[in-house]
């Protein structure tokens, strides 16, 4: 453990979004503590600012100082997969990726369905990030019988999954709704349904009918998402405080279901992953520009060396640029409200196959702040969006203590510079798996510190 | 505007996998090659020793007649070292993974493999991860590229300008287009060579191919997607009856194949409507009275038996350039 922290950021671009100022500011930490906040050009200007975006200007400063972030979905995938990753390697990289809190999803082996393992899985070297387990919704994740949610609860678990796969009998699936309403936490649903999608490789398009690739329909996730939101009409009305996630929607169409079913006043949130708002299928066929460089019709879809590049292979699938669009508005409206990783690590062995044959996974917690950056100069998401979306939103949903950058507060910060690139390689990488497209490619953002109550978590 | 190449993939490579992204120019190098071997094939020598040295091995993960044993005759015309890589009895039965495979084989000194394998993109994977030139022969649904290549050889010679160009014909492909690598990878030869292709088949097994044939806009061709065998065959120049996939079908995709012969076969019948000229092909194997009437197969306008022995040509062109530009 290192030593209380006693350090001045000065002139740096502050985003507080837990007391919405943003703008250029010096923090002094003494002793771990933010010991002062000075807002250069007063707190008004800072309160302006964050409802303009946050973004700063071109004379600004390029250093930005955030809240340590807040990831609600990663898998470390201890304890039974240690090889592809555990709470050491885990959290190892999540300070590099500027993280200070990660709720990491039950599908471990065995399924994080009783007090043991759910502590089994937080166990270990965590370089001071918070470990917020998730617990199996049903007994061995599946989908007959839930879980004891009272006492897992009460070991720690914030919220209650099924993540790999949905809880697809709707009577098991309301239970587990009303286990968790009891207990006070959410039910994060992983919307898939498995009639449509079994075997499926790629999402249904152009690209999977270039690529020969099976189909992954839309409706796969739509059907599962409106299903899920029925359940949750009819339990709302008996029990008051039922609270249901969708973890990783990658749909316009899905995402406008949950848009409308917020209309009615539902307590239904949803995230996205960062690859889902950045990458499209066409990066199956080896085409790497952003989502946001893709015009519909300006498809390339000859397939380039670096096609059928198993990394890609996710669940669910990478999509076409308007759906990838469709996420970038859901974070923007309020539809999302978080960034979720789905850091999903896989050995070599489990990804240097053939791409359907491939386990489904991206490893992006390294690169999550960098891809949500790429998406911001784009000019796509303003910085209050993204830091919103990585931190105060998740933290929203999982019950979670995040103070801002406030005098007084125990110092959890990231400190990120905008201005400059870095590739992620397998030796920047920190991480135990390297499944993970983005490897070479320049990624704006670098984190430079991490600090995690009041001591240094990560130094550049 | 659908960009079917970058200008980089025009560059030649010590690998085939795929004819997406080669344009007619590289197209046409190869039916003249083709063209060379088989004259090459007829010579007194019947072969050459271009490829005297070189270990070309076979690595089938899926059954095939036609294709392995042309490219092996290929191989063999052509002077290479050919071995036949025993996928039952091989080391892969014990879990040895396609990337350990091509390592192995590369060890072994294997220069060229001849990769067929059940999903799509595999020889990417094995291009990835091997020295020598991987050539694509069949990757799942998506792409069959040798097979495309003898399919334009047949055609441009029975139906072609002087330079063997599509341009003004209607080529009819018919049946299951959504398992099939053939289609996929006849799409890209016959649009770069100018043809105008109908596209039809049973709604369940054309799933995708409106969009898939609208993306062929801005091609020199034309593809089209129709909604019933008569309307793919009126002016058609040519017609090709893709296989019922039996072992890739899933239920409820066809109803019967009495039903499907019916809508979907080549009949006697059914090419009373074609003009009498046009012609008749299938890539094989062939579920005869299926997709196919027997008589039709051996019938005057077939071309079936001039695509299979159009493949030992191409395929000794295939390998022909890609040793050459290993070499280079």
């Not at chain 1, 010096?26 to 010991?35: F, H, L, M, T, Y």
């Not at chain 1, 510079?417 to 390297?434: C, F, H, K, N, Y």
């Not at chain 2, 030869?189 to 993306?215: D, I, K, M, R, Y």
Request: charge should be negative; hydrophobic fraction near 45%.
């Amino acid at each position: 453990m290192t030593d209380l922290l006693t350090v001045n950021f000065a002139e740096h671009w502050v985003v507080d979004p837990v007391a919405e100022l943003a703008g250029v500011a010096s923090v002094s930490i003494i002793a771990g503590k933010i010991a002062s906040v000075t807002w250069r050009d007063g707190e008004a200007a800072a309160r302006a600012c964050w409802t303009a975006g946050a973004n700063p200007g071109p004379s600004d400063p390029t250093v930005a100082l955030l809240p340590a972030l807040i990831d609600l979905h990663a898998h470390f995938r201890q304890p039974g997969a240690n090889a592809s990753e555990d709470v050491e390697s885990g959290t190892r990289a999540a300070v590099h990726g500027g993280y200070g809190t990660v709720a990491l999803m039950p599908n471990t082996e065995p399924a994080a369905d009783t007090v043991e393992t759910l502590r089994a899985a937080i166990a270990g070297e965590r370089h001071g990030v918070r470990l917020l387990p998730i617990a199996a919704a049903t007994v061995g994740r599946a989908g007959t019988q839930v879980s004891n949610v009272g006492a897992l609860v009460k070991a720690g678990a914030v919220a209650i999954s099924d993540d790999g796969s949905p809880i697809a009998d709707r009577v098991v699936f309301r239970a587990a709704l009303l286990a968790a309403a009891t207990a006070g936490i959410p039910l994060i649903e992983h919307c898939e349904e498995p009639s449509l999608t079994d075997g499926s490789e790629a999402a249904d398009g152009l690209v999977a009918s270039r690529l020969g690739l099976r189909p992954w329909p839309a409706a796969g996730e739509l059907r599962a998402v409106e299903s899920a939101i029925a359940v949750l009409r009819d339990v709302v009305t008996s029990a008051a405080p039922a609270r249901l996630h969708l973890t990783h929607l990658s749909t316009a169409a899905a995402l406008a279901a949950v848009r409308s079913a917020q209309g009615e006043g539902l307590p239904l949130t949803c995230d996205v992953t960062p690859h889902h708002i950045a990458l499209t299928d066409g990066w199956i066929a080896g085409d790497r520009r952003w989502a946001w460089e893709v015009a519909s019709g300006d498809e390339r879809l000859a397939p380039t060396a670096d096609a059928f590049d198993a990394d890609l292979r996710v669940c669910p699938p990478l999509r076409a640029a308007v759906d990838a669009a469709a996420c970038r508005e859901a974070l923007r409206n309020g539809t999302a409200l978080a960034i979720g990783t789905d850091h999903a690590p896989h050995s070599r062995e489990k990804k240097e196959v053939e791409f359907g044959l491939a386990a489904n996974g991206i490893a992006g917690i390294e690169t999550s702040l960098s891809v949500a950056i790429a998406a911001h100069r784009a000019g796509e998401l303003s910085l209050a969006t993204i830091v919103a979306a990585l931190t105060t939103g998740p933290a929203r949903l999982l019950g979670a203590d995040l103070v801002g950058v406030t005098p007084g507060a125990s110092a959890s910060l990231v400190q990120v510079d905008l201005a400059v690139s870095w590739r992620p390689s397998r030796e920047t990488l920190q991480g135990r798996s390297i499944n993970m497209p983005l490897i070479g490619r320049e990624l704006p953002g670098v984190v430079l510190l991490t600090v995690l109550e009041g001591r240094l978590a990560y130094q550049r | 505007m659908v960009t079917q190449a970058a200008p980089a993939e025009e560059r030649s490579s010590r690998h085939l996998l795929d004819v997406a992204g080669l344009n007619w120019r590289s197209l046409q190098k190869l039916l003249a090659s083709a063209g060379e071997m088989q004259q090459l094939l007829d010579s007194r020598a019947g072969g050459s020793d271009a490829l005297r040295g070189v270990g070309v091995t076979t690595l089938f993960y899926e059954p095939s007649t036609r294709t392995r044993i042309s490219f092996e005759a290929a191989a063999a015309a052509l002077g290479a070292r050919v071995t036949t890589f025993n996928v039952a009895t091989s080391s892969v039965g014990k879990g040895e993974s396609l990337v350990d495979t091509v390592r192995t084989l590369e060890a072994l000194r294997s220069q060229v493999i001849v990769l067929r394998h059940e999903r799509a993109g595999a020889p990417w994977l094995a291009a990835r991860h091997f020295g020598g030139s991987i050539v694509n022969a069949g990757d799942g649904w998506h792409a069959h590229p040798t097979q495309a290549l003898l399919d334009l050889s047949v055609l441009s010679r029975n139906l072609g300008d002087s330079s063997g160009y599509l341009a003004g014909r209607r080529i009819a492909i018919v049946g299951d287009l959504l398992h099939s690598r053939v289609v996929r990878s006849n799409l890209h030869t016959l649009t770069t060579a100018g043809a105008t292709v109908l596209l039809t088949g049973p709604a369940s097994l054309t799933t995708g191919f409106a969009e898939h044939a609208a993306s062929f806009r801005g091609t020199a061709g034309n593809v089209q997607l129709v909604g019933n065998l008569d309307e793919a065959l009126h002016n058609a120049d040519a017609v090709m009856a893709l296989r019922i996939q039996r072992e890739r079908l899933t239920p409820g995709e066809l109803d019967s194949l009495e039903a499907y012969r019916a809508a979907w076969g080549l009949t006697e019948a059914r090419l009373a409507a074609l003009s009498p000229r046009a012609l008749v092909l299938h890539p094989g194997p062939m579920n005869e009275g299926v997709e196919i009437d027997p008589n039709v197969a051996d019938g005057p306008r077939s071309l079936v038996l001039e695509q299979v022995r159009a493949g030992i040509p191409m395929r000794m062109a295939v390998l022909a350039q890609v040793v050459a530009e290993a070499r280079a």
